[in-house]
């Protein structure tokens, strides 16, 4: 059998610099981090996921790295790190870091070096043009908050591309030099015993600036093997989950035959489940999950509801994101960035709701594939809009009610971003001190269906098939795996409604509760009507055996 730790596992996104303040300066570092791994694998997550956390200008939330090779100082030591992986794996959790390799930032001593001197071997580190070149304004990443993709340095006295900010210059990924630097950044981390990385803009990391924006796909295909090879040849269990954000059917290259990518977030599936949540309706959940090519055994699905960007919605049409915004996001001035996304956490997208929160995980655990959990969601953390760009939704995590949420004891204006103060999401009522006390509370639910989930080993590893229903807000789909079979039904409308499965043939008599929105009436005998309260869920096992 195939030993893919991935495929089961259920990971947590964190920020170090926002997650747990041990030394009382205002910024959340390792040691902090360290004294939170009990709550943490209270949770029942499997694999931290850490945003990078290397020297930074911080220009960019730590994505405009500066070295490579070790933590930012607010953050703590290469010892502080390694202690934190320790006590992780103690507890049975696995770390993979960000790695940002499409750019690194203008304050790194490879592109210092690069610009001082035409003929230093830096200089083709990066990506440069004398003339100016005509796509400038060509492929944007952030339009309104980035002017250009190509800036012209005085020192250099040519122009270099970015992608992304002026401040994040374009690594040359097709320099065989630079690749070297980056197998050795890659072997490091490994070194340190992370089990792999998430791949920052893996569909940027070459192109071919001077013919235009005209992605030279093949030559980034291969280069995504290499770093699979070298990473796979280094530590085999070790995994790539990539960002990438393409349309359906340029897809499957990122997976190749299982010879690249182990993991890609599902940013197909992630717009769509927003549209079927504003319209109530199955339909784009289910047209996303067919539209997606068929993946080789060894590649997985990363599902997630919200993450630390902006929720973008660029696959959709300007008329589904209005129904998007008319339900979930009305305020297109304050709520709205990069003319394609929400800048907001989920809960206050659905105002609180704990039913329509739990509905959304409910999905995020049992859609095919394996959940990212961001830090803060496990208890429906708010957000605050007055903050600037991406900011709104990562402010410091609410571990109580004491100053500044429990996150930091340093003044309040010294902190890295404020915690979230007023009204509904205030840190003085949500928190984890107090959902810990109340079992109610959506961090208790969390616990209760990450255990679940992680019992129904099929939601992740097996083969899914969706059953029809005579009901369109209801989207019910089943899993098997092995001589398992699990089926999970979601009521996405707020009515209340009975619907009739059409279950396979062969899938037995009973089918066992695991987990609901309320305690139901257990299922009769052959009967397959499932009741359903408005926005609620049911898992089931099929058969006769409860695990
Ligand atoms: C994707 C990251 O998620 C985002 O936060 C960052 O700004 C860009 N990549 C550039 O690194």
């Not at 320099?175 to 990385?197: D, H």
């Not at 068929?294 to 997630?304: L, R, S, T």
């Not at 109610?440 to 019992?455: H, P």
Request: glycine share 6%; with cysteine.
């Amino acid at each position: 059998m195939l030993d893919l730790w991935y495929k089961n596992a259920v990971l947590y996104c964190i920020d170090v610099e926002t997650y747990m303040d041990a030394n009382g300066d205002g910024v959340g570092d390792f040691e902090g981090l360290t004294q939170r791994l009990d709550y943490i694998a209270g949770l029942g997550i499997t694999c931290i996921w850490l945003m990078p956390f290397y020297p930074t200008p911080n220009k960019d939330n730590g994505y405009d790295v500066m070295d490579y090779y070790n933590v930012d100082p607010r953050l703590g030591t290469l010892g502080d790190f390694v202690e934190f992986t320790r006590q992780a794996y103690e507890r049975g959790i696995r770390i993979i870091v960000d790695l940002v390799i499409n750019h690194t930032s203008d304050q790194h001593p490879w592109f210092q070096a690069a610009c001082k001197d035409e003929n230093s071997k830096y200089r083709n580190y990066y990506v440069w043009s004398k003339e100016k070149p005509e796509d400038i304004e060509e492929g944007i990443v952030f339009p309104g908050f980035q002017k250009s993709t190509w800036t012209y340095n005085e020192e250099a006295g040519a122009y270099y591309a970015h992608r992304f900010y002026d401040h994040q210059a374009d690594l040359n990924l097709t320099n065989p030099q630079v690749r070297q630097e980056i197998q050795k950044v890659i072997g490091f981390w490994l070194a340190l015993g992370v089990s792999g990385f998430r791949l920052d803009a893996a569909q940027f990391l070459i192109e071919i600036r001077e013919n235009k924006t005209q992605f030279n796909v093949d030559s980034l295909y291969i280069y995504l093997k290499e770093i699979r090879d070298f990473l796979s040849w280094r530590r085999g269990d070790a995994i790539l989950l990539a960002e990438v954000n393409v349309s359906v059917d340029e897809l499957l290259p990122y997976f190749g035959n299982g010879d690249k990518m182990q993991m890609l977030f599902n940013f197909i599936v992630n717009q769509h489940l927003f549209l079927a949540l504003a319209q109530e309706k199955a339909a784009p959940l289910v047209e996303a999950l067919k539209s997606l090519p068929n993946i080789p055994e060894i590649g997985q699905w990363a599902n997630f509801i919200r993450n630390h960007d902006e929720l973008t919605l660029d696959k959709l049409s300007d008329a589904q994101q209005d129904e998007i915004a008319a339900a979930l996001a009305p305020d297109r001035e304050q709520m709205w960035i990069f003319d394609r996304g929400i800048r907001r956490r989920f809960a206050p997208m659905v105002d609180g709701d704990p039913r329509r929160l739990r509905l959304a995980y409910s999905l995020m655990l049992t859609l095919p594939g394996t959940p990212v959990i961001n830090y803060g969601e496990e208890l429906g953390m708010g957000d605050d809009l007055s903050l600037e760009e991406r900011n709104p939704a990562r402010t410091p995590m609410q571990w109580s009610s004491e100053a500044n949420a429990g996150f930091s004891t340093a003044p309040p204006e010294q902190l890295v971003l404020p915690v979230v103060k007023e009204g509904k999401y205030s840190y003085k009522h949500l928190n984890v001190l107090e959902q810990r006390r109340d079992p109610k509370s959506l961090l208790n639910w969390m616990e209760r269906a990450i255990r679940m989930r992680k019992e129904c080993p099929e939601f992740g590893w097996g083969k899914y098939q969706i059953i029809s229903t005579d009901n369109p807000c209801i989207f019910a789909h089943r899993c098997e795996w092995h001589s398992g079979v699990v089926i999970a039904v979601h009521n996405l409308a707020r009515e209340a409604c009975t619907v009739t499965l059409e279950l396979e043939e062969g899938d037995g008599e009973r089918l066992i509760d695991l987990l609901g929105d309320q305690p139901y009436e257990a299922i009769d005998g052959t009967s397959h009507n499932i009741q359903l309260e408005g926005y609620g869920y049911r898992w089931f096992r099929v058969g006769c055996q409860h695990l």
